[in-house]
């Protein structure tokens, strides 16, 4: 009995010894974080901060007068996230002006989408999208605030060809590059066409090229 309570309290001082120093080396990365940051200059701290406040929930602090910041979002990929949780008065035209294109982005990749739908149900292909707009949709707290360029969509490797027959003769282009039995020789997973509405397809016979 002694030597089981002797182990209980060894595992009680174990288990505060690891909490210390858990929040040693938490309190260590805050400060070293915080160092850098106070060494970027004004436009990535705002955006450190903005990020940060949006992933807290918290309201995004007030943009400097200078458009740095618009440059160092852009550099980070970030631009469309701060614009879609921006109160309009912040930057009221700048801000309004991304949402209008975001928004705009948003409905053609979703035509282009439903025009993949429609043809691939035409033909009975199987077909998943994944990456860009799911994220977009599903993971983000606000729809659009993750900005993507293409589509993405994966269909059966054996099914690749027929796929890309029925979407060209449909109006989509595909470059004589990018012809399914180049890219198999290639090595790679994908191949890209464009859709009506200017959308680029990256079309996918394996998730990794």
């Given at each position: 009995m002694a030597?089981?309570?002797?182990?209980?309290?060894f595992?009680?001082?174990d288990?505060?010894?690891l909490?210390?120093?858990?929040?040693?080396?938490?309190?260590?990365?805050?400060?070293?974080?915080?160092?850098?940051?106070?060494?970027l200059?004004?436009?990535n701290q705002?955006?450190?901060?903005a990020?940060?406040?949006?992933a807290?929930?918290?309201?995004l602090?007030?943009?400097?007068?200078?458009?740095?910041?618009v440059?160092?979002a852009?550099q980070?990929?970030v631009?469309s996230?701060?614009?879609?949780?921006?109160?309009?008065?912040s930057?009221e035209?700048?801000?309004?002006?991304?949402?209008r294109?975001?928004a705009g982005?948003y409905?053609?990749?979703?035509?282009?989408?439903?025009?993949?739908?429609?043809?691939?149900?035409?033909a009975?292909?199987?077909?998943?999208?994944?990456k860009?707009p799911?994220?977009s949709?599903?993971?983000?707290?606000?729809?659009?605030?993750?900005?993507?360029?293409?589509?993405?969509?994966?269909v059966?490797p054996e099914e690749?060809?027929?796929?890309?027959?029925?979407?060209?003769?449909n109006?989509?282009?595909?470059?004589?590059?990018e012809h399914?039995s180049?890219?198999h020789r290639l090595?790679r997973?994908?191949?890209?066409?464009?859709?009506?509405?200017g959308?680029?397809?990256?079309?996918?016979?394996d998730v990794?090229?």
């Amino acid at each position: 009995m002694a030597v089981r309570n002797m182990a209980r309290s060894f595992g009680c001082v174990d288990r505060v010894v690891l909490t210390v120093k858990v929040r040693v080396v938490g309190c260590v990365l805050r400060r070293s974080i915080d160092r850098a940051v106070a060494r970027l200059d004004i436009g990535n701290q705002y955006v450190h901060a903005a990020v940060r406040a949006i992933a807290v929930s918290a309201p995004l602090p007030q943009p400097p007068s200078t458009t740095l910041w618009v440059e160092r979002a852009v550099q980070h990929g970030v631009l469309s996230m701060l614009a879609v949780h921006m109160e309009p008065s912040s930057a009221e035209t700048f801000v309004r002006a991304i949402r209008r294109r975001v928004a705009g982005e948003y409905l053609r990749t979703m035509a282009d989408m439903r025009f993949v739908q429609r043809v691939f149900a035409e033909a009975g292909i199987d077909w998943l999208v994944f990456k860009g707009p799911v994220l977009s949709d599903v993971i983000y707290e606000r729809p659009r605030s993750r900005d993507y360029s293409d589509l993405d969509v994966l269909v059966r490797p054996e099914e690749i060809e027929r796929a890309v027959e029925v979407l060209i003769r449909n109006g989509a282009l595909n470059p004589p590059s990018e012809h399914p039995s180049r890219m198999h020789r290639l090595g790679r997973g994908e191949l890209s066409l464009l859709l009506h509405n200017g959308t680029l397809l990256d079309l996918h016979w394996d998730v990794i090229n």
